[in-house]
Every structure is written in C-alpha cells, then in structure tokens.
C-alpha cells in the first residue's frame, strides 16, 4: 500500500529514503520508466497556482521531501527524516547506486553555468558515473524538439533535472512520452551544488514556511 501524505492539498507519497531507493532500483533492472521529484516548499506552493506542477507531483512514482519546512508544516518532522535530509541521504544513495551500475546520465538544466557546475560535481563526486550529455535550455534556440532528439539518440539510462519550477514540471509534462531513458529525477535549481545563502533567500523560506502551515490550517478548519 503507497504511504501517503496531503500538505495543502497535494497528494504526495511519503516512502523513507530507503524505501524509495528499493523501488526505484526494482524499476531500473526492469527497464521501467521512473519519475523522481525532490519537493520543497516552494514546489507545493506554486502547485497551489499551477495545474500542472500539481498534476505532475501527484503523478510522479516518487516523490522525495526534500526541505525540513514540509515535515514541520505536517507534523512528521521525526529524527529518520531530519537524519536524511541532513545527510541528504536520498541523494548520495541513488548516485552510489548510479555508479555503482555504471549507469549513464543527462545533465539538463536551463542556465549553462549552472549545468556546468552540476556536471563537475557529479564528475568529482561520482567519477564512475557516465556523463553522456548535458544541455541548458538558455543556449537553445526555439523548440524543445531538438533537446529531446540529442537526449534519445544519446539513450541515457538517466536524466537529472536541474530546471527551476515550474519550468521542470512543465517540461516532464509535455515530454514524458518521448523521453527515452529509465529514470527522470527531478532536482530543481540550486541543489546539487552548494551555495552560500543570503538574508533575503532565508527570509523566503520563512515565508514559504509561514504560508504553508496556514494552507494546512486553513484546510482543517474547513472540514
């Protein structure tokens, strides 16, 4: 039975980490197509206002909470998954898992510095890891048609996202048929290679947090 959670009304599935890996490792020896979003504050709001990244997060096989702030807003916030997002434990596991079975993989992204820096971290953090091709959005001209035909004639077993949303959502959305590869996982800009964070970005938070506790209260008192 799929374990699941509702945070301002998105439906999300709630496996631990090690839950997670199981299955998704399950689907890769089967050659089955798996969609992997990490969720964060700022995903569940904009599903709020957006039909798609709501759709897309409800119809993703997994979904992995990736920010303290959603566990806090529904009362989950246990010393399992404070553990795991403070050793981004989801993350470095699946990669382990990546290069341990040689698996190959698509960098895509939007900004080009941004591709550049994921793709050197993996390449240090990974080395046996497979980089087949990389792409930013920002150096193509006019449609998606083209990225999609590098990334099927390259065939790798792994696309990793680092697209912003909703830009990643929109995109998973209206590619998924003609994606051929075994796993989609969905980072998000900005969260694969460190960055220093600013007052402003933290004050965000706060408030990304402050509004999705009054979603959910808002919804119980409702009911």
Same mark, same amino acid.
């Given at each position: 039975?799929?374990?699941?959670?509702?945070?301002?009304?998105?439906?999300?599935?709630?496996?631990?980490?090690?839950?997670?890996?199981?299955?998704?490792?399950?689907?890769?020896d089967n050659?089955?197509?798996?969609?992997?979003?990490?969720?964060?504050?700022?995903?569940?709001?904009? *599903?709020? #206002?957006?039909?798609?990244?709501?759709?897309?997060?409800?119809?993703? =096989? /997994?979904? @992995?909470?990736?920010?303290?702030?959603?566990?806090?807003?529904?009362?989950?916030?246990?010393?399992?998954?404070?553990?795991?997002?403070?050793?981004?434990?989801?993350?470095?596991?699946?990669?382990?898992i990546?290069?341990?079975?040689?698996?190959?993989?698509?960098?895509?992204?939007?900004?080009?510095?941004?591709?550049?820096?994921?793709?050197?971290?993996?390449?240090?953090?990974?080395?046996?890891?497979?980089?087949?091709?990389?792409?930013?959005?920002?150096?193509?001209?006019? *449609?998606d #048609?083209?990225?999609?035909?590098?990334?099927?004639?390259?065939?790798? =077993? /792994?696309? @990793?996202?680092?697209?912003?949303?909703?830009?990643?959502?929109?995109?998973?959305?209206?590619?998924?048929?003609?994606?051929?590869?075994?796993?989609?996982?969905?980072?998000?800009?900005?969260?694969?290679?460190?960055q220093?964070?600013?007052?402003?970005?933290?004050?965000?938070?706060?408030?990304?947090?402050?509004?999705?506790?009054?979603?959910?209260?808002?919804?119980?008192?409702?009911?």
């Amino acid at each position: 039975m799929i374990k699941e959670i509702t945070v301002a009304g998105i439906k999300l599935n709630s496996y631990t980490a090690l839950e997670n890996l199981m299955r998704i490792g399950k689907n890769l020896d089967n050659h089955v197509f798996t969609t992997v979003e990490e969720v964060y504050m700022r995903t569940i709001l904009l *599903a709020k #206002e957006d039909e798609v990244v709501k759709k897309m997060l409800e119809e993703m =096989d /997994v979904t @992995v909470i990736a920010e303290n702030g959603v566990w806090d807003a529904v009362g989950e916030n246990t010393t399992l998954r404070k553990r795991e997002l403070e050793k981004r434990e989801f993350f470095f596991r699946l990669m382990n898992i990546l290069e341990r079975n040689r698996y190959s993989i698509f960098v895509l992204g939007d900004a080009q510095q941004e591709v550049v820096q994921t793709c050197e971290y993996i390449a240090e953090e990974f080395p046996r890891l497979h980089i087949v091709g990389a792409q930013a959005l920002e150096e193509c001209v006019g *449609a998606d #048609e083209g990225i999609i035909n590098d990334i099927n004639m390259l065939a790798p =077993d /792994v696309i @990793v996202s680092v697209l912003p949303s909703p830009m990643q959502e929109h995109f998973l959305a209206e590619h998924k048929a003609m994606l051929s590869t075994r796993l989609w996982y969905g980072i998000g800009s900005g969260k694969i290679v460190g960055q220093k964070h600013s007052l402003k970005f933290l004050l965000l938070k706060k408030l990304r947090k402050y509004k999705l506790m009054n979603y959910i209260k808002n919804e119980k008192d409702t009911k």
